[in-house]
């Protein structure tokens, strides 16, 4: 049985009514477009829109906003059975500024921008896998229901979000070992706990977080081990933790985990500077649950098979597709944004959604020149606000790596773009 309160957000009756509103209002505008009719009649037509976005999380909202609202013809494709992405799982408060939704959790930011998105005439289609991208980038093949089709559009964002990092370890492949990501999506979004005993291995803010969350949700973490010399984190998510009794253990990784066909104890140790083992410092904890939060890489597949060039800038995530400073790619009309364009904030992803979106509108004649460079002009002031703090630096200078590396690039494309 999933509680009846968790969190002190919401019982099971309003929470599952809040589910069906976020559904429908996604899918109302569907059964009165062309959108619609084409799934009516088996997947078969060539769906014909302005704008297309794969992905409905911070970044895509924000792009379908800005682009709906100055009259671009858009359509927003997401996999899942309601949009939001990692916005619903995110139920603490953000920090910044009030610009960045400073004391707003994320849940609340997910809604308000579903309410902008459907203001602004946003069609969305869910429940929807785009599994090919062909013609330069700008034709989706799409998958919905056992039905196969096709979405043409003259411009096309990828907001396809980031995708966990895994940790191998003798019993890395026993139930009870998952993600935190996968954890905090159990939690968060289904009211199920994956465990009672937990260790986390990571004290990046993801670690952090879905730690608190777990204790939030009447998990016990034994422990946070990280391999770093020093937490990865906000120094306040640890705080938070580490008022509530958990140890978090640095210079230390997990050696192995063992049980009877699933997770029962898992092994840590601390290490040297060579990230080597020391022998004689192993801790044995008894657990059900190992959750791992070493990272995130960008899920950028789409962008490879439409023949973006990419880079590997390891701040970033891993292999990141070259995009301009309006986030376009090395494919004309094609766009990445969020942590489909190296990982960051969910603040930032909105903020490239908004750049996306004001460039379309400004492509395809919504928009003037000037109109959009004003508009651009105040999002980027938003960007460099961001990435101004101790964290925030480190993304700033990857990001200007990136767009350095892109100079250099003897790709036409990149020529006149940069």
């Given amino acids: 049985m999933r509680p009846r309160s968790l969190y002190g957000l919401c019982d099971d009756r309003r929470w599952d009514a809040e589910r069906k509103d976020l559904r429908h209002a996604a899918s109302r505008r569907d059964e009165s477009t062309d959108t619609g009719r084409a799934w009516v009649l088996g997947g078969k037509e060539m769906i014909e829109t302005e704008f297309a976005i794969v992905g409905a999380g911070p970044a895509g909202l924000s792009a379908a906003f800005e682009a709906g609202r100055a009259g671009t013809r858009t359509l927003m494709i997401d996999e899942n059975q309601a949009p939001g992405g990692q916005l619903f799982k995110q139920i603490h408060k953000f920090f910044g500024s009030k610009e960045h939704w400073a004391g707003t959790r994320g849940i609340d930011i997910g809604k308000k921008l579903l309410e902008e998105t459907e203001k602004a005439g946003v069609n969305v289609m869910l429940d929807t896998v785009v599994w090919g991208i062909f013609d330069d980038g700008k034709t989706l093949a799409i998958k919905h229901q056992g039905s196969v089709g096709r979405v043409h559009a003259q411009k096309v964002l990828l907001a396809t979000g980031a995708s966990e990092n895994a940790l191998s370890f003798p019993g890395w492949t026993l139930p009870g070992v998952l993600g935190a990501g996968a954890a905090q999506t159990l939690v968060n979004l289904h009211r199920v706990l994956p465990g009672t005993k937990v260790l986390m291995v990571g004290s990046g803010n993801v670690g952090l977080i879905v730690a608190y969350q777990l204790l939030q949700a009447g998990a016990k973490v034994v422990a946070v081990v990280e391999a770093l010399p020093e937490i990865g984190g906000y120094g306040v998510h640890a705080s938070k933790i580490r008022r509530m009794g958990v140890p978090i253990l640095v210079r230390h990784t997990?050696?192995?985990?063992?049980?009877?066909?699933?997770?029962?104890?898992?092994?840590?140790?601390?290490?040297?500077?060579?990230?080597?083992?020391?022998?004689?410092?192993?801790?044995?904890?008894?657990?059900?649950?190992?959750?791992?939060?070493?990272?995130?890489?960008?899920?950028?597949?789409?962008?490879?098979?439409?023949?973006?060039?990419?880079?590997?800038?390891?701040?970033?995530?891993?292999?990141?597709?070259?995009?301009?400073?309006?986030?376009?790619?090395?494919?004309?009309?094609?766009?990445?944004?969020?942590?489909?364009?190296?990982?960051?904030?969910?603040?930032?992803?909105?903020?490239?959604?908004?750049?996306?979106?004001?460039?379309?509108?400004?492509?395809?004649?919504?928009?003037?020149?000037?109109?959009?460079?004003?508009?651009?002009?105040?999002?980027?002031?938003?960007?460099?606000?961001?990435?101004?703090?101790?964290?925030?630096?480190?993304?700033?200078?990857?990001?200007?790596?990136?767009?350095?590396?892109?100079?250099?690039?003897?790709?036409?494309f990149l020529k006149q773009a940069f």
Avoid at 319 to 329: D, G, I
Avoid at 383 to 393: K, Y
């Fill in 254 to 412: 997990i050696k192995e985990v063992s049980g009877d066909k699933k997770v029962e104890r898992a092994t840590i140790t601390q290490i040297d500077d060579q990230w080597g083992p020391i022998l004689g410092t192993e801790r044995e904890f008894d657990v059900d649950t190992i959750c791992i939060a070493v990272g995130l890489h960008p899920l950028a597949e789409l962008a490879w098979i439409a023949g973006c060039e990419f880079d590997y800038i390891a701040e970033l995530g891993g292999h990141v597709p070259f995009h301009n400073k309006n986030m376009e790619t090395t494919v004309a009309g094609l766009y990445v944004a969020g942590d489909a364009a190296g990982i960051g904030e969910a603040t930032a992803a909105m903020e490239e959604g908004r750049l996306v979106g004001v460039d379309v509108a400004r492509c395809l004649g919504y928009l003037s020149d000037q109109e959009a460079e004003s508009l651009m002009g105040e999002v980027r002031s938003r960007i460099e606000s961001i990435r101004s703090g101790p964290f925030g630096e480190m993304l700033r200078q990857a990001k200007n790596k990136l767009m350095e590396r892109g100079n250099e690039c003897k790709s036409h």
